[in-house]
């Protein structure tokens, strides 16, 4: 099983993908947390952040997780994912993939910009930042759509209702 949690930078994905991560591991210890960021690192740091890196990002995230679940190993992976041929990719060659869209306000992640991304783009001090001067495609066909800017709970409760979309599709 791949989870694939999408959504802006500040929409909540490390924090949930983390916790989700931390609930499943109990009863699928074989099981991994990707963060697109932090793969950028282990890969060395040699992409930019202007739409062809991230199209190289996205592709090597989608084929290690092709990788780990050809070896039964079960995935939750947190990335911005702005490239829809690769959602389509995934849900064509990965044997059980649950595509999650956490949908935030784009001033909700304004005001959690710890990184200072957005509020440097929208003053034409920083660029290539996905949501200001690169596109955010909303995912075509998402699992499951949860507003993470709060209205939809806490990151807790967030993890909760995946958790029980995630049950109730195996439950089929």
């Known amino acids: ?5 999408i959504g802006l930078s ?3 994905k490390t924090t949930v993908g983390t916790r989700l ?11 991994v947390y990707l963060d697109g960021d ?3 690192d282990v890969w060395g740091g040699d992409l930019s952040h202007d739409v062809a890196g991230r199209e190289v990002n996205a592709a090597r995230l989608s084929k290690l997780c092709l990788m780990l679940d050809r070896q039964d190993i079960h995935v939750v992976a947190a990335v911005l994912s702005i490239f829809p041929r690769w959602q389509a990719w995934n849900r064509e060659n990965l044997s059980s993939y649950f595509e999650v869209f956490l949908d935030v306000p784009m001033d909700v992640v304004v005001d959690r910009d710890t990184k200072g991304l957005y509020r440097a783009a929208l003053q034409g001090r920083g ?3 996905v949501g200001v001067d690169i596109p955010f495609p909303r995912p075509a066909d998402p ?9 939809d709970g806490t990151p807790d409760e967030l993890t909760d209702r995946i958790l029980a979309a995630l049950h109730a599709r195996t439950a089929r």
């Open 127 to 129: 660029h290539d930042v």
């Open 10 to 12: 500040g929409a909540g």
């Open 1 to 5: 099983m791949i989870v694939w949690l």
């Open 21 to 31: 991560a931390a609930r499943l591991r109990p009863e699928l210890p074989n099981l």
């Open 38 to 40: 932090l793969l950028r």
């Open 143 to 151: 699992d499951l759509v949860l507003d993470s800017s709060g209205r």
